[in-house]
């Protein structure tokens, strides 16, 4: 597991960080919201951490909701939220750490598109603490999907 360095800034991200997708992907797997995960290309050699989220726990209008993590020993990191909507929508936002020309390192991809951008503060860039934020976010989602 990397930490972010706390005096540079890589201009580019590295390889994966594949002992933090395993880390992230032994908490996940735990976690009453997720149904399966699985690594991209194969537990070997991950690149990428997808998770599928229970489906049970949605309003029936969502048909599926997953993650699709990546992380890199620069500290830099993708976790990409989606939810599929009827077939033909899908909300989606993502938290972003990486070299950009468009915000700051540490930015969010707004829902429901993820196309508009702003930048992010998070108190630690540690795995595990990213982790729990964006869980926590996720939750919350939740919460107002089943009081609209």
Not at 4 to 31: C, F, I, N, W
Not at 102 to 109: D, E, G, I, Y
Request: proline share 9%; aromatic share 8%; with cysteine.
């Amino acid at each position: 597991m990397s930490l972010p360095p706390e005096d540079s800034a890589p201009d580019s991200t590295g390889p994966p960080d594949r002992q933090t997708l395993r880390l992230l992907e032994r908490h996940l797997a735990s976690d009453s919201l997720v149904a399966e995960t699985a690594f991209d290309p194969d537990s070997y050699e991950p690149r990428l951490l997808n998770v599928l989220l229970d489906a049970e726990r949605y309003p029936e209008s969502i048909t599926a909701a997953r993650l699709d993590i990546r992380w890199f020993p620069t500290g830099d990191f993708s976790i990409h939220y989606v939810e599929e909507h009827d077939e033909t929508e899908q909300w989606e936002c993502r938290w972003d750490r990486h070299p950009n020309t468009h915000n700051t390192r540490l930015h969010f991809h707004q829902p429901p598109t993820a196309n508009e951008i702003t930048n992010l503060e998070f108190p630690s860039l540690h795995p595990l603490k990213v982790y729990s934020m964006v869980l926590t976010a996720i939750e919350q989602r939740l919460e107002t999907l089943w009081t609209q």
